[in-house]
């Protein structure tokens, strides 16, 4: 199976390093997306594990992870939990969600952070009392992903993303996955504003909302249900309270 995988071009020849994360994430979710498109992976097959396309891509976990994430968002494959990540599609699906809801709109994006913030407030609180070493560990490895892109200046919005399925994944209830990856990348407003408004995020709100995401983080990491409740709730109600301004601006 792993001669499937087979490029010319390896991604693997790239330095892993903080500047170029985005682009070796980019690089193996389409490589991986031109595979299964193309038929070469037909429904029902079960992708290389985690480990044989570290090797294959010689990159590190997280970005083998930020990925599969994509290629979940885009409705090609799903985990099966204990069993791996199978194709479900080998075309884009027309992609599910909430009958009205426009990224490009402030009034649609505050509705999406309120939905959030009931589901994941409570996905932090289980995932401080269910993570296992390694989710932990992915906790944290997706907040220095964002660390990283954000010293070198390049997007965080994937990453963001990515952290917050790392936590949905470490309530060990897929359904928590299924509902962020539903509603997909448009889960970070900023990328909204920034493809439809041309906006550029400030530093210092990345800095801000990084800070969330340590506290988050720490928070689940010291198995401290509360402090993993409320730090969500100041991170998405934060969130909230910034496009309410932009709203009124408007």
């Known amino acids: 199976m792993s001669k499937i995988l087979t490029r010319e071009n390896s991604v693997g020849t790239e330095r892993r390093t903080g500047t170029r994360r985005g682009n070796l994430v980019a690089k193996v979710s389409d490589d991986l997306r031109q595979i299964i498109l193309s038929g070469r992976f037909p429904v029902g097959q079960k992708l290389p594990s985690e480990a044989a396309l570290t090797t294959q891509y010689d990159v590190s976990r997280t970005v083998v992870r930020e ?5 979940r968002s885009d409705g090609l494959v799903e985990s099966r939990q204990g069993a791996g990540v199978f194709v479900i599609a080998t075309s884009a699906p027309n992609a599910p969600g909430f009958n009205g809801v426009d990224p490009s709109r402030i009034s649609s994006v505050i509705e999406i952070l ?14 401080s009392q269910r993570r296992s070493p390694a989710q932990e560990e992915a906790i944290h490895e997706g907040c220095e992903a964002i660390e990283a892109l954000i010293t070198a200046g390049e997007a965080t919005t994937d990453a963001d993303f990515a952290l917050h399925l790392a936590i949905a994944d470490a309530t060990n209830n897929g359904r928590f996955r299924e509902f962020l990856e539903m509603l997909g990348h448009g889960v970070i407003p900023r990328r909204a504003l920034q493809d439809n408004r041309n906006e550029r995020t400030p530093a210092d709100y990345l800095h801000q ?3 969330e995401h ?11 249900e509360a402090a993993a409740r409320e730090a969500m709730r100041q991170h998405l109600k934060g969130s909230q309270s910034r496009y309410r301004r932009l709203l009124r601006r408007t």
Request: net charge negative; no cysteine; hydrophobic share 60%.
């Open 114 to 127: 309120e939905v959030r913030a009931a589901l994941e407030i409570e996905a932090a609180g289980l995932a």
């Open 209 to 211: 909302i990084q800070a």
């Open 67 to 71: 990925a599969i994430a994509s290629l």
């Open 214 to 224: 340590r506290q988050i983080a720490d928070a689940i990491s010291a198995e401290n």
